[in-house]
């Protein structure tokens, strides 16, 4: 056996025994002995993808769904560069990714050799540890290094906060196992007996001894984006007669859960009366302008965060999400103010105002939603969410598509929704999907669908081109296709004189010929009631819906006008 045949062997040996299960591979030669020694390990599903960029999001998306990190590996040169996007989505999402990236060893950088970069701290900060790997030379100690490093990574990918790992691996000819090589490795490669890790990681930390939280009458809680538990702030919600406003993919807005929070925090008269005394905030709440603003006007902010009880040396205590710069508390765990119960859901004049402008203004919506059949971008979104079976996975693109359900959609269970929330760009959302729809189907999950807008679709083509052979997901991707960028139409840019060119950026492109590009199933959709019929198939599959951007502005302007309306008659 060849040095690096062994390095490549006893690394992916060594993540497998730490838990791994998914990798992704994008082809190169540089990367030839972790490529193959992913395929031979039959513990690995690996997924392969041409393009580097799509190989990284679809790994974040295995990762974001599964909970557990994915590795993902690449060839030397800007193969590595193009992962960078989906490490920072990685990071600032807390999604765990493995970052293998191929280089060429020592003597062969500087120097103006094929296909070589300065890949050293390729991702800066992005990643929470970084390792030059080294080259397998055969000196006592290398496989315990090897071993040792790789739980290292490991555990770093999963800690309290978790992210992104990138181990940059030097190579040097011979790179497949039977090439002629001058050196044959001799040393046993062995790990720990039984299958065990080289190091064996702690189990979780005890939970952290609550904040107790102070007891008004006026408090309000926001469920941000971020994998977390939702089920106790529920909880809090109606032991304290608290409202909640969850964000779509906090996974919180259930039963208990106000909907239209966005329009009544839009609406000045309501705002105006709603003046918070404590705002408790959970996860990352940075979806909507509305929340922002109201998060300012709370003289009592506290933050609930897992890494407030991290080591300040690390930088883990600092890893809150405050986007307002609001925060005056941040804790790892909160209980109800003293006096309040669990068991005995509290009814106060606070609380019982939101919930009657809740019911004034869900009927204000629905009425003008349902006042038209044919499918507008905010109905789709609504009854998308609405109709999907329990045990489903909705992922959602960013831009309009999660701003609409985020302004539509009902409370409601059993529903699992995801997006790139952390950097919320609308790179790689296609393969992301993809991703989450693998890991969601490969751990017994239900059907899954992605809402995306036509931008993000033609940004990330390549996350639809599976080659045979490979993992396929049960995915239907919704496309909603106005022709252009249409957030910025509710934007200041709209009045732009070279808005149309600039922000709107029309491209004409159809998804029926995106679809038949990549040989998938197309359908087009245009009324309400033929939504269940749309979305029925198998497989990877392209469902468009054509919407105006400039109808669409116009009627998320009347559903808040109708909104201000319904609450102004509570006065």
């Not at 931008?455 to 052979?469: C, E, S, T, V």
């Not at 392209?542 to 302007?557: I, K, N, P």
Request: proline share 8%; net charge negative.
């Amino acid at each position: 056996m060849n040095p690096s045949t062994a390095l490549a062997r006893v690394l992916v040996d060594e993540l497998v025994r730490c838990g791994l299960e998914e990798a992704v591979v994008a082809p190169g030669s540089r990367s030839t002995p972790l490529a193959l020694a992913l395929v031979a390990h039959p513990d690995v599903r690996v997924h392969v993808r041409v393009d580097e960029r799509s190989a990284s999001f679809l790994a974040l998306g295995l990762a974001r769904a599964s909970r557990l990190p994915v590795a993902v590996v690449c060839t030397s040169g800007t193969a590595a560069a193009n992962f960078h996007p989906s490490v920072m989505e990685a990071d600032e999402s807390g999604v765990p990714l493995l970052v293998l990236t191929a280089d060429r060893p020592p003597e062969l950088r500087g120097t103006g050799a094929n296909q070589t970069v300065d890949q050293i701290g390729l991702y800066g900060g992005a990643v929470r540890m970084f390792a030059e790997v080294g080259t397998p030379d055969q000196v006592p100690g290398m496989v315990p290094y090897w071993r040792s490093l790789v739980c290292r990574a490991w555990s770093s990918a999963v800690d309290r906060r978790p992210g992104p790992v990138h181990l940059n691996v030097a190579f040097r000819d011979p790179l497949t196992p039977d090439g002629p090589s001058p050196v044959a490795w001799t040393a046993p490669l062995d790990g720990r007996e039984g299958d065990r890790p080289w190091i064996n990681r702690p189990g979780p930390p005890a939970e952290p001894a609550p904040y107790v939280l102070p007891g008004v009458e006026r408090g309000v809680i926001v469920c941000g984006d971020g994998d977390y538990d939702p089920v106790p702030f529920l909880a809090l919600s109606e032991s304290t007669g608290w409202p909640l406003l969850a964000e779509p993919t906090s996974n919180a807005r259930r039963t208990g859960a106000l909907s239209t929070h966005r329009q009544l925090l839009a609406s000045p008269r309501f705002s105006a009366a709603h003046t918070p005394e404590l705002v408790v905030s959970v996860g990352r709440p940075n979806l909507s302008r509305q929340v922002l603003a109201y998060l300012r006007r709370a003289p009592r902010h506290v933050v609930v965060t897992a890494s407030a009880v991290g080591d300040p040396a690390a930088g883990l205590a600092n890893a809150f999400s405050d986007p307002a710069r609001t925060a005056t508390d941040v804790v790892a765990a909160v209980a109800p103010p003293a006096g309040a119960s669990w068991e005995e859901p509290a009814r106060t004049d606070w609380s019982r105002s939101w919930w009657r402008a809740e019911e004034a203004a869900r009927v204000a919506l629905d009425r003008v939603l349902d006042a038209d059949e044919m499918l507008s971008e905010p109905r789709l979104a609504r009854d998308l969410a609405s109709q999907l079976s329990a045990g489903s996975l909705l992922f959602a693109g960013a831009s309009m598509p999660i701003r609409d359900l985020d302004a539509t959609m009902r409370a409601r269970c059993g529903l699992r929704l995801v997006g790139n929330r952390g950097v919320s760009g609308i790179d790689g959302t296609v393969s992301t999907a993809v991703g989450a729809a693998l890991a969601h189907q490969h751990d017994g999950g239900g059907r899954a669908y992605a809402l995306l807008g036509d931008l993000a679709m033609l940004h990330d083509q390549n996350g639809l081109i599976i080659g045979p052979g490979e993992p396929r997901p049960d995915l239907a991707v919704v496309v909603v296709n106005n022709d252009g960028g249409g957030i910025f139409s509710g934007l200041e840019q709209a009045g732009h004189p070279d808005f149309e060119r600039v922000f709107g950026t029309p491209h004409g492109v159809s998804m029926e010929r995106v679809a038949a590009v990549a040989d998938l199933p197309y359908t087009r959709l245009e009324w309400a009631a033929d939504l269940p019929k749309a979305l029925m198939g198998e497989g990877l599959r392209v469902v468009e819906v054509r919407t105006g951007r400039s109808d669409s502005a116009a009627l998320r302007r009347r559903m808040q006008a109708v909104v201000d309306e319904a609450v102004d008659a509570l006065a």
